[in-house]
């Protein structure tokens, strides 16, 4: 198993699959190494591929926010994505670019061992929770994966185009909260 360092310099020099043509930067992730909880969003935006890190745009300000009602920062967890490349004109990440990248997920999953995961946006909860996840239904409900416990919310970008949706999100990271509360030993 390679320790942060080298998992993050062999993943900066993929070449697996065809978003290393387009990419200004990977977007590894950022966080806390020692993070019980981990947040995995889609895949890089415009603003994330220019940084190299992920959700500073739009988006990324709202997630800021929505971490901040339930007391939590990006030191205490770590944020990653499915892919690491930005796809172009930020379309969703095709089924072999998600498989290309897979292994860096799986490897920071296994360097973490979160206690929990949350998925942002239905990419994410299909590739980690289940295929057929529908997430105007399923969203804030728990599962198990792996050991952990895992649950989707509405990915940002979408709250930030539906604001409407924002109520029953905040109920959802209630749960979130609770369940850190509940299983964690230092997040909150």
């Known amino acids: ?75 205490k967890i770590y944020i990653a994505n499915t892919v690491k490349c930005r796809p172009p004109k930020n379309r969703d990440p095709l089924p072999d670019e998600q498989a290309a990248c897979l292994k860096w997920l799986n490897a920071q999953l296994e360097l973490l061992q979160p206690k929990i995961i949350v998925c942002l946006g239905r990419i994410s909860a299909m590739r980690f929770i289940k295929s057929d996840f529908r997430i105007t239904k399923e969203h804030g409900q728990w599962f198990d994966y792996n050991g952990a416990k895992i649950m989707a919310l509405y990915h940002p970008a979408a709250l930030l185009r539906d604001p409407g949706k924002r109520p029953e999100t905040f109920e959802d990271l209630i749960r979130l909260r609770d369940k850190i509360k509940e299983i964690c030993d230092h997040t909150l």
């Open 1 to 75: 198993m390679l320790d942060w360092e080298s998992l993050k310099n062999a993943c900066l020099s993929c070449t697996d699959c065809q978003l290393c043509q387009t990419r200004t930067n990977v977007v590894f992730g950022v966080g806390s190494q020692n993070a019980e909880v981990l947040f995995i969003g889609e895949g890089p935006g415009e603003q994330e591929d220019l940084q190299g890190e992920p959700f500073v745009g739009r988006a990324g300000k709202l997630l800021d926010d929505m971490l901040a009602m339930i007391d939590l920062d990006r030191s």
